[in-house]
């Protein structure tokens, strides 16, 4: 067996379609396994689970698979075959409540961190408790719309297996599983968990960004997401932007506002060349924010060419 941090690698077996899966122990002593695509990638966790809730003095058992993401997100849950879940009268769940599971456990941050059962529904019942409000500070209404009548425990156990300690162990399986594929795949990957862990892999403290995966970063100051596409700019170091910065001003041009303005403020930190200096001074239009940060990235020139100053007319005297 090979010890993997917190998770111990049981065996690999063979799925459909020439998928496979690792089959992890934790330290809980539960079964995780690592789902592969046929050319043997990682796809994601999942735990066929098995445990009991335990509510108003009786304990049922509930079956349910659960399914993170490689980084130890939570992402969905299914159900075995002929399997279900029930509420407190014996009720089972109807498709609206499977719906409303989904929505409660799916949230990072959640009523159930701050609270222990007992602090949540009065004692052999699974009526929320009237004082859980003042131990939240959120309103009853908003405390009973994050959870499902009559199925208290079971989201409460629910969400803990879902955001506990397999999370951490999840992640540091992956640690280990690290190469340059997996690094590409998450850089330009749509989920932003991984492109945020990539893009901390392949810069370091620095802003200086590993020469391989250097056509990934552009990608992501280009892509549709504007918060990775910021971190990427602003974690980049000057460097990295040199040879770049025609492509980092046309950039500019195309970018939402927001990230616009981050790329005038990276480009303030370049030394630029005549032509992109030319082409910022040609563009003194835009709101005022626009100008003045054109106008800055001018001024932190160490020189500027006679014909940028020509082009600058009325603004020469900003950038003194």
Not at 16 to 29: D, F, I, N, P, S
């Amino acid at each position: 067996m090979q010890r993997i941090l917190t998770g111990i690698l049981l065996f690999l077996c063979s799925l459909a379609h020439g998928q496979t899966e690792r089959v992890y122990l934790t330290a809980e002593k539960d079964t995780l396994k690592l789902a592969l695509d046929n050319e043997g990638r990682p796809l994601y966790y999942f735990r066929n689970i098995y445990t009991p809730v335990c509510n108003t003095g009786e304990c049922k058992p509930v079956y349910i698979n659960f399914y993170w993401d490689l980084l130890g997100n939570y992402t969905r849950f299914t159900m075995p075959a002929n399997e279900v879940l029930t509420k407190t009268d014996h009720r089972e769940f109807q498709e609206k409540d499977y719906a409303k599971l989904q929505e409660i456990i799916a949230k990072e941050t959640s009523i159930f961190s701050e609270l222990k059962m007992e602090d949540l529904v009065v004692k052999g019942t699974e009526k929320i408790s009237d004082s859980v409000d003042v131990k939240t500070g959120a309103t009853l209404k908003t405390i009973k719309n994050e959870v499902i009548e009559g199925a208290v425990f079971t989201c409460y156990t629910l969400w803990h297996l879902a955001h506990g300690k397999i999370t951490k162990e999840i992640s540091g399986i992956t640690e280990t599983l690290t190469d340059t594929t997996l690094l590409h795949n998450f850089l330009q990957s749509k989920n932003h968990h991984y492109q945020y862990w990539a893009m901390d892999k392949v810069m370091d403290a620095t802003g200086h960004v590993t020469a391989a995966y250097e056509d990934d970063i552009i990608r992501i100051i280009e892509g549709n997401n504007i918060f990775t596409a910021k971190y990427a700019l602003q974690k980049a170091n000057a460097d990295f932007f040199a040879d770049r910065q025609l492509w980092l001003w046309e950039t500019a041009d195309k970018a939402v506002y927001p990230l616009q303005m981050a790329i005038y403020k990276k480009m303030a930190a370049l030394v630029l060349t005549d032509k992109v200096a030319l082409a910022v001074a040609k563009s003194l239009t835009g709101n005022q924010e626009q100008v003045k940060s054109k106008l800055a990235i001018l001024a932190a020139q160490p020189q500027l060419s006679q014909a940028v100053k020509d082009q600058l007319g009325p603004y020469a005297k900003d950038i003194q």
